[in-house]
């Protein structure tokens, strides 16, 4: 059973960092195009940063390139997305997802179209003084 769990969210004032993990089970991660997306209240969710199979090829949103970084660490089997200088525009929930069935699509098509087939439950993050 494929299963993604997110964790790391919290409140952090603006201009902090904070890192989000998600870590896989039933499946190797490494092996999946990979997104992280977010939504805020009232929000349609939006794609963060998405990026391929092999990390070759990374799309990041407008509104988090240059402060948002993803990694991952295959020996754990987990995503994190490195997130600095964090706004109040930042809060939202946060969900991994990943391309199971690969659809051979560009990172900035994932994000675009959000259309992946296992989602994690969501971490909060609140970015508030």
């Known amino acids: 059973q494929v299963q993604l769990v997110e964790s790391g969210g919290g409140l952090v004032q603006p201009g902090r960092p904070l890192r989000l993990s998600c870590t896989a089970s039933g499946l190797t991660l490494d092996h999946y195009a990979i997104g992280w997306f977010r939504q805020a209240p009232g929000k349609e969710r939006e794609g963060v940063v998405c990026t391929s199979r092999n990390g070759g090829s990374t799309y990041y949103a407008d509104s988090v390139k240059g402060r948002f970084t993803i990694s991952r660490d295959n020996v754990k089997n987990t995503v994190y997305l490195q997130m600095n200088s964090l706004k109040p525009e930042d809060t939202a929930v946060y969900y991994c997802?990943?391309?199971?069935?690969?659809?051979?699509?560009?990172?900035?098509?994932?994000?675009?179209?959000?259309?992946?087939?296992?989602w994690g439950q969501g971490t909060h993050v609140t970015v508030s003084s």
């Open positions: 997802a990943i391309d199971y069935v690969g659809r051979l699509w560009s990172p900035r098509t994932l994000c675009n179209e959000k259309i992946l087939d296992y």
